[in-house]
């Protein structure tokens, strides 16, 4: 029974993107730490058409992973796994400014790990990050009891709790693909 | 006359990393017939575009490939030289928390493509031996030259060569008169 898994956004053919306004530095450049000048007036265009509902919410235009929660996922998560991740609040609007949608929030993953291991994973690199991951992800052994860590890659991982928790909770938007460990 | 190719973002020099960037929704790009040759008629004024503000805010601001994002005093200028061959879309430029940024910046359509590509002195690509489009209608090509019998317009496209924007050299030289910024080009041979 593996122990971490990658999360990532469950593969659908629905056209559905969110692209950040976002100038924040630290979403280029994670650190695992709390963002202390968020403005929550911060902007996010979603399309095309109507906002489709979604627990879990990838978005663009950022190279690492920067997912939006929804308010449900948030809430549960914060009852579980409390101070695991900051949330930061947005305002998701259409390209013409209208339709905007209150309650959705980056996930801040709180805690980093350089754990990965580049010699049994297999894939395209690119600045220290994923092009094409070929296989699983393989990690060396992490020093690490919570439910969600950052590789210092941008990847986020996450534990078999968490994982629990979000098909016990019934997030159905996210899918969990296990990594190896030494 | 000659003939130049804008250089689009992905070949800029200039201040590599200190422009401010414009960040379009790539689906927006999409949802229209930009690459078509054919006016947008549905288009809502009130579409917005992130700047993420890096440094300076150009004429011609840094976007992704094929986004062409002029200012007004571009558009003007290129209207009254080359009138018709491009179609100034109203955006918003806004900051991400929606503070406005600049005015009066439109994305551009651009209307006339031609089928222009010299196809005896073009120069084929690796392994080919010959410059025929593709099964996708496309050329490759390791030098394009251009057919002035075929150009109709002061401003086109290429068939076939879908990155590349030309500017003919009067055009060129009423832009660089007005001193537009992050606006740059090389010259194609004809």
Known sequence: MPS???IKKRSTRERAFVVLGCENQYLAHPKGTPVTDWDAR?????GPGEFHERDYVE???HSRPFPLFSPRFQAAIEQWFPREVQFLPLRLIKPNGTGEVSGYALGNVLTMLDCLDREQTHGTWYNGRFITLLGSLTLKSPDFSGALFRLKEGTIIASAAFKSMVEEQGFADLDFVPCNSE | MK??????SGGRTIDPGGDSWVNVPLWLCHEFPFDEGVRIEDWDSRTLVFVDRRGPLRDFP????GNHIMSAKLQEVISAVAPDTLQFLPIRMLSSIGDEVATGYALSNYLIWCDAVDRK???PGEGRKRVVKDEDGDYDLDKLVLDPKKIIAP???VNGVDDVFVYREDVVERIQ???ATGIAFEAIES
Do not use: K, N
């Open chain 1, 4 to 6: 971490y898994f990658e």
């Open chain 1, 42 to 46: 911060q902007l996010a265009v979603y």
């Open chain 1, 59 to 61: 978005t663009s235009p």
């Open chain 2, 3 to 8: 003939y130049y190719g804008l250089i689009d």
């Open chain 2, 62 to 65: 840094d976007s992704a490939l």
């Open chain 2, 121 to 123: 002195r073009s120069v």
């Open chain 2, 155 to 157: 401003i086109f496209r």
């Open chain 2, 177 to 179: 008169q007005i001193g």
